[in-house]
């Protein structure tokens, strides 16, 4: 069979044996521009902060205000919309495409893959807000509640927000994304980059000889380096309350920076360990061991704490979630609460999607042959069941305590505020141990996926990038973490978030376009009886094979000239 030039037609992806030569080829399979540029803005920013620190805070707060003010309602807007789409792939005509050629079956068991995606996910964030932040909402309720703080309402309504911040929308973010960039990987046999499936849209030799994919994989990695920074950052600070709770038995109210930057220091020496030991053993052996090390509090917690309370509250939060969640979805600042909003959810809305380069890449490279029902359904309902439990226990405990007198919102900073929760159950230190440990190995397992990532978006794509260009990459989201934190701490690290992701949404549009763009094309798809208005051709050639399939599923595969022929 002759080979097409039809910009349509894609090769296969690299074998191994390939892709085990263009690691070997070292500097050779960088891409100097997309690497030399994105290094270079990065690098640039971090010495302008250290050396004009006040300069770079100033003009980031006055960027915050902007974006929060022009563009809120556009991350209002696209974090529903992800949803929605998410859902009309998983349930619509596409759920049984799957994201492979030939059938091939997944490279990790069900389990790791769960464990994988959720540490890599928002690990360290759940550590750093899983008390607080309910327990923050209950002491001073959003805007659009009416409900005095300290109520009960108010801790209803603090459930249904927190889990609103970490349920269904922040998968969903991250599920477009991967599923564009798994469904253009292993179902089309692109390259494994934020470029890819754009060639669905702009063609193959525009995207990929004229350069117009560049800009865009330079975006993304500039994206991942701040929102990956910002995990960094809270992870270091937790453990630095944590240190300082146990070594002078309180809290410090305006920690300084040094503590959190010599835990980063610290702490990137083993991302260089576990990054040099790639996916199959560093990131998944420390995902596994999060994963053991998660449940073990968790079942402490929940012995020790209030148990009766605790069970009592999951379907409460769970009807409050599911009853609020249209309201909170598109509630704006058009009527007040800009600063709440920016404080909390779109800072939320904007940190997930500055990580979808990261952990969108890393989900697809780990989802291979996966459904897209499957693949959706695992993004969307397990990680957001987990959440429920996760908040329901912790969140719960701290709601709990602070309904019975006990100060947790105002004990220290908002990092001590697990801290804080422990110290009423028995174990206190080895619970606090145990904390700190898990935050730093979600710090270890996320920056290495994170640098694992950067390496491919900077390597055209390449499964197994140069393992010296993954631990510079580490290296530098380090750095970067601690800059911000020598800027600003916890406020710097939102403002930045936010500025990142603020034209990387464009981009996440721009995917759920091509994603659809492609699916149109694919000849698994179930097809309607009757012709499909604004029906595309399918190409005569295609990286996948029509599969045996009932006759209901496909009903003009006979009739139809467009069908591809095998």
Known sequence: MSTQSNESVVSAPPDDEEELTSAKAGWASVDKTVFGVSFGIIAALCIFGGIF??????????????????????????????VAFSLVLAFGRYGSIPLSQHGE???????????????????????FFGVYEPVSHLASPPPFIDAAPGSQEAASAAMAYTLFHWGLHPWAIYSVVGLALAYSTYRMGRGNLMSAPFQALFGKDRIENKGWGKPIDILAIICTKFGSATSLGLGALQVASGLALLKTGKFEDDPSA??????????????????????????????????????????????????????????????????????????????????????????????????????????????????????????????????????????????????????????????????????????????????????????????????????????????????????????????????????????????????????FVLIIIGLCVALYADLRRDPLRKRRQGPVRGAVEVPTMVPFAVPTTSENDIVDAEGDENSPKV
């Open 53 to 82: 620190t006040t300069a770079m805070g100033d003009g980031a707060t006055a960027a915050l205000s902007w974006v929060t003010t022009n563009l809120g309602w556009l991350f209002i807007l696209a974090a529903t919309g992800f």
């Open 105 to 127: 079956k997944p490279d990790f068991s069900t389990l790791s893959w769960i464990a994988m995606m959720f540490s890599a996910g928002m690990g360290i964030g759940l550590m």
């Open 258 to 503: 040094a503590a959190p930057i010599i835990i980063i220091c610290v702490l990137t020496v083993g991302v260089i360990f576990s990054a040099a030991s790639g996916v199959s053993k560093g990131i998944k052996w420390l995902s596994n061991a999060n994963m053991i090390l998660a449940a073990l509090l968790l079942v402490f917690v929940f012995v020790v704490g209030p148990t009766v309370f605790i069970l009592d509250l999951v379907p409460d939060a769970i009807g409050s979630y599911l009853d609020q969640l249209i309201p909170m979805s598109f509630h704006s600042a058009v009527f007040g609460g800009s600063e709440w909003l920016a404080s909390w959810t779109i800072f939320y809305w904007a940190w997930w999607i500055s990580w979808t380069p990261f952990v969108g890449t890393f989900i697809a490279k780990i989802s291979k042959g996966r459904t897209i029902k499957e693949f959706v359904l695992g993004v969307l309902l397990v990680p957001t069941a987990v959440s429920v439990i996760w908040f329901a226990i912790f969140g719960g405990a701290g709601i709990h305590l602070q309904l019975n007198g006990v100060d947790i919102a105002g004990a220290g900073n908002e990092a001590a505020g697990f801290f804080a929760a422990l110290q009423n159950y028995p174990l206190f230190t080895a619970a606090a141990i145990v904390v700190m440990v898990l935050t730093a190995i979600f710090f270890v397992s996320g920056a290495d996926a994170g640098a694992l990532v950067l390496g491919t978006l900077s390597s055209r794509g390449r499964k197994e990038p140069w393992k010296p260009l993954v631990i510079l990459w580490a290296i530098l989201t380090g750095a970067v973490a601690a800059v911000l934190l020598f800027v600003g701490g916890l406020d710097a690290l939102q403002t930045f978030t936010i500025l990142a992701a603020s034209p």
